[in-house]
């Protein structure tokens, strides 16, 4: 019997690096209150960085989770990595940037290969 675990695959990728990235993104909700004290790489202001990290972190990792939208959810939390890599951490040593290039791989991988069929975007008739 010859099985192929590619669906079962890419939902242990999506589900695995989206929960993982969300142990970054949820503790950052608390600095709404007060998003002066946030980092601000692009230029756009503390609080617009803080919205953009969030979109990021959390709100494009839940639908990657689920699986709903996922190519168009990879985007975002391909481009907070980015970001986070190569301007946040630009002049750190491979070792502090390397988890953030781990999640940008993750990211762009599950863009380019889709969510598979455990998902919402997977199910047939939608």
């Known amino acids: 019997m010859n099985k192929n675990f590619t669906d079962l695959a890419l939902a242990i990728l999506r589900i695995g690096f989206s929960g993982m ?48 939208k996922t190519k168009l959810a990879a985007i975002p939390a391909a481009i907070t990595m980015a970001v986070a890599a190569f301007i946040v951490h630009a002049s750190d040593p491979l070792k502090t940037k390397e988890m953030a290039i781990l999640y940008l791989l993750a990211f762009v991988v599950i863009f380019l290969a889709g969510p598979g069929r455990l998902s919402i975007d997977g199910r047939k008739g939608y």
């Open 21 to 68: 990235m969300l142990t970054h993104g949820i503790p950052k909700i608390s600095m709404l209150s007060d998003p002066s004290s946030f980092g601000d790489p692009l230029g756009v202001g503390p609080t617009v960085s803080l919205i953009l990290t969030l979109i990021g972190e959390v709100l494009a990792p839940i639908m990657i989770i689920i699986g709903f």
